[in-house]
């Protein structure tokens, strides 16, 4: 068993189809399929349940991806150890993020880590809190910047950034929009606009209204910060939302909550330990500019 075995191998397990995997790996979708046949014939188990639309990982298939996880991780450490001895820093650097992410400003951060470490190729996915914790969890991200998870997974560390409070969202006509605080009691016949289940805002939202005896509705579900601003300004909904959100637009009127709410905390997550890379970034977290 080869290390680019386990690399086809995991790209086919995470594309879940030949055709994006090969172009992923960038080589000819006959020797991507080649090789996962010759991994099977290795290991004498079926890796993949396939058809004409997508492929599936078998339990055989989804232990194993467990392991080629770990031992492509142990791998890439190995090479990063050693380029760190020489005083380089080499390899690639998987990052996940929230979509609308206050607490750092991405793009700067990115733009000088680049310009002090040339030679490591970054790769940037969004995505939900929940998604992007098991992916640093399994080895799929080297460093998430998200909401504090409920639960902390094992084998990552979670360091605080931020905390933002939480406010309400709602249109200017609302009679909410006219009052200086917000009581959560009074949203018990509110529809709301949220963000999908897994998601950090969404979550804590959920528990916060939950607390106060507030069974809410949540009859529009978007996956984009501007989306749910646009629905709440046109006033088919309200929302709970970080106080960072005021800044995306005047359109809507952000309240302050009465009471004592839990407040809206971002954190970035890293394997324990975490890579070269990770490390060399969240050195420079603290030093980018806020926005």
Known sequence: MELRQLEHF????????????????????????????????????????????????????????VEALRALSASNAAKEAVAAVQGLLRGSLSIGSLQCLHAVHLPTLLAGFLSEHPAV???????????????????????????????????V???????????????????AAAKDRAKLADLLDEQFVDFPLTWGSRDLADRVLAAAGVERRVALEVTDVHSLLDLVACGL?????????????DQVRFIPLDGEVPAWE???VTADPPSPAAAALL?????????
């Open 10 to 65: 995991v790209a086919v397990a995470q594309e879940c189809h030949f055709t994006r995997a090969a172009q992923r790996l960038h080589i000819a979708q006959s020797g991507l399929s080649a090789s996962i046949r010759s991994l099977e014939k290795e290991l004498g188990a079926t890796l993949f349940l396939r058809s004409t639309r997508q492929v599936q990982l078998t339990a055989a298939g989804q232990a194993l991806l």
């Open 121 to 155: 190729e970054i790769r940037l996915r969004q995505g939900g809190s929940d998604e992007l914790v098991e992916f640093v969890r399994t080895g799929r991200l080297d460093i998430a910047f998200v909401s504090r998870p409920t639960r902390e997974p094992e084998n």
């Open 157 to 175: 560390v979670v360091s605080p950034l931020d905390s933002e409070n939480l406010v309400l969202a709602c249109a200017p006509e609302h009679p």
């Open 237 to 249: 909904g309200v929302a709970l939302v970080p106080s960072s959100f005021s800044v995306k637009t």
């Open 266 to 268: 971002t954190v970035s």
């Open 283 to 291: 050195g420079q977290v603290h030093v980018a500019p806020m926005r």
